[in-house]
């Protein structure tokens, strides 16, 4: 898969102006995750199922 085509978009959570942001893409039936600062660096990839798993385990780690 060539995840360079792909629309990448910062989190709306990462509103941290030292760079420390993660951006999203979706492709088909996975969810790419990749380092702002390094967006030719490893990606994650993640089923939407394990991506909304994700999500809610880093959201219930800030709670």
């Known amino acids: 898969m060539d995840l360079s085509i792909l629309a990448w978009r910062k989190s709306s959570y990462s509103a941290d102006n030292q760079g420390d942001c993660i951006e999203l893409a979706n492709a088909s039936s ?21 991506f909304r798993r994700f999500a809610s ?6 709670a």
């Open 30 to 50: 996975i969810v790419a995750v990749r380092d702002s600062k390094d967006p030719e660096g490893p990606k994650l990839l993640l089923d939407r199922g394990d």
């Open 57 to 62: 385990t880093v959201k219930n780690l800030q």
